[in-house]
């Protein structure tokens, strides 16, 4: 009881505006310093903890960081772990009016990365954070030593069915009403993309649904939203270029159970990656990192001995 109240202690000295600024985050589920990195006049935040080769998380919509907390937390003591947290996300700025594309993000993550000089990286990517990591080690494989994919995708959707369905919503005008008014991505499309058995409580969930306290502050989300709608040519891009990459060792880990990135996009990475390793989770939904944190590192673990 004395050593947790002592770590709390220094948490606190440490870091005591993390603490001020979020009070609503749990510095024994998130026990990482927060640190910023300026970008277009607004503050990025990201964690770096640990020493060794780098590895990179770059989550997607509508996480943060925080969705790779358990892994860190493992994974620190192999390797430096750095996990950033997009404008518009997290612990990072949230500007009311930024240019949240897709491929901005891309950009900051490319300018992160340069002014860091990180080399002989690990990207490991989730959701968005696919082609946006992926769009960066195109530009420069020479710092990419290899890369772990978890529930993404990486080429357009234009003709799948399924997808086209999904076109009517996003073209909706009450969308930017759901997104901005009520929350919508984190309050209830989050906690439906996990699997049937991982659903988490209602004190991890705040996590996710409190970065977005504000109205003015939900216009990152939406933008991905909208990127679905919007990008998928440049999504096809970078599928047309995945020859570049077909020498880096290459990991997928795959929730089988989730509901909004379906096993049949696994399917097609391994068709475009045929070397790489795969670990598929029975029962996982969307975030593999969440809800099956042991299995995840695990995996990582051999993927690294290899």
Known sequence: MKY??????????????????????????YP????????????MNYIDEGEGEVML???GTPSWSFDFR????????????????????????KPKDYDYSTQNHALTLEQFIVEKDLQNITLVLHDFGGPIGIAVALKYPERVKGIIILNSWLWSSKG?????KFVKILRSPLLPFLYRKLNFSPRYILPKSFGPNNKPEKRILKHYSKPF??????????????????????????????EKLLDKPMLFIWGLADPIITPKNLEKFKLGFP????????????????????????????????
């Open 4 to 29: 947790s109240l002592l770590v709390l202690f220094i948490t606190l000295i440490i870091n005591p505006m993390a603490v001020a600024q979020h009070p609503w985050l749990d510095k024994t589920e």
């Open 32 to 43: 990482f310093t927060p640190r910023k990195f300026q970008i277009n006049e607004h503050h």
């Open 57 to 59: 998380f770059v989550h």
């Open 70 to 93: 358990k892994v860190i937390k493992e994974l620190q003591r192999d390797a430096r772990c750095i996990a950033i947290d997009h404008i518009g996300f997290g612990l990072s700025d």
């Open 160 to 164: 799948d069915p399924e997808y086209e």
């Open 213 to 242: 306290s504000k109205s003015s502050e939900r216009n990152g989300t939406l933008a991905f939203a909208m990127s679905l709608l919007n990008d998928q040519d440049w999504f096809e891009t970078l599928w047309e270029q995945k």
């Open 275 to 306: 070397k790489a390793n795969v670990y598929q989770l029975e029962g996982s939904g969307h975030f593999p990192q969440e809800e099956r944190p042991e299995d995840v590192v695990a995996a990582i673990r051999r993927f690294k001995c290899n």
